[in-house]
């Protein structure tokens, strides 16, 4: 009895070993197209690889598409975090980066986003792309494209391109501080002419002019810095792809099947 409780724990253990293994060793040299599946051809990998740098290179943030046969035991979301995390893909204290996870075997797709682009793609989005992207072309046979149309959409998310509707509604965006100086200004406004008409006199009128302005002029300030911020971001980490940078998952993300 005893041997065989002795055979059972080490069983176990062994079995603990291989899932452990499941996930891929991080890439050396580092990439970002890693077909463990071989589901491309090198031309398609390479196209692929040269956009995801492009994108790296000007804005920072780390897309990875990795191929394999299957998940195994994983669910392909816990896959994906693992492999997220375990690869250190996105830079370390933005956590932007995203692993689109592709199990070919299991007919399984899931994309998977670092806390720090959750914003820009949160579930609802991530599952839009694989639905409405990547799926109808992978049903057709069309993989490289399904995948190079995917990378193209949550480019687009994540640059703010196309706005996510969970990010507006939650007040991410830049409607609400128009709406505040939109109201401060009236406010102001209102009470000038009440100033003017209880004999204020222009003097009145040149008191207010300043705030008037100005809190409308930060505004504007800030929304220019907000618009040219990815390029000037993007040129400090300019020199193409040189590994990962130790970026975290928790847990953000959708996928699907076809």
């Known amino acids: 009895m005893k041997k065989f409780l002795v055979f059972l724990l080490l069983a176990t253990f062994s079995l603990l070993g291989v899932k452990a293994q499941d996930i891929p060793e991080r890439p050396n040299p580092p990439k970002l197209v890693n077909d463990f599946a071989n589901q491309l051809n090198d031309g398609e990998k390479a196209q692929l690889e040269q956009k995801l740098i492009a994108y790296n290179d000007s804005t920072s943030s780390q897309i990875v598409i990795v191929i394999v046969p299957t998940t195994g035991d994983y669910p392909i979301a816990d896959y994906a975090f693992k492999l997220g995390r375990e690869w250190g893909v996105g830079q370390k204290g933005k956590d932007n980066g ?141 020199g193409g792809f040189g590994g990962f940078g130790g970026g975290s998952f928790g847990g953000g993300g959708a996928g699907g099947d076809y």
């Open 98 to 238: 995203i692993v689109l996870l592709w199990a070919p075997t299991d007919r399984k797709i899931f994309i998977a986003t670092g806390y720090g682009l959750e914003g820009a793609i949160p579930d609802a989005i991530a599952k839009r792309i694989i639905s409405q992207v990547i799926t109808p072309q992978f049903k057709n046979g069309q993989f490289y494209q399904g995948l190079s149309d995917g990378v193209d959409t949550i480019f687009k998310y994540a640059t703010g391109e196309y706005k996510a509707d969970p990010k507006e509604d939650s007040g991410g965006g830049s409607f609400p501080p128009i709406l505040i100086f939109l109201i401060i200004f009236v406010i102001i406004m209102v009470i000038m002419f009440r100033n003017r008409n209880n004999g204020g006199g222009k003097g009145g009128y040149r008191d207010f002019g300043g705030p008037i302005i100005w809190p409308y002029t930060t505004h504007s300030g800030r929304g220019s810095s907000s618009g040219n911020w990815g390029g000037g971001f993007g040129g400090g980490d300019g």
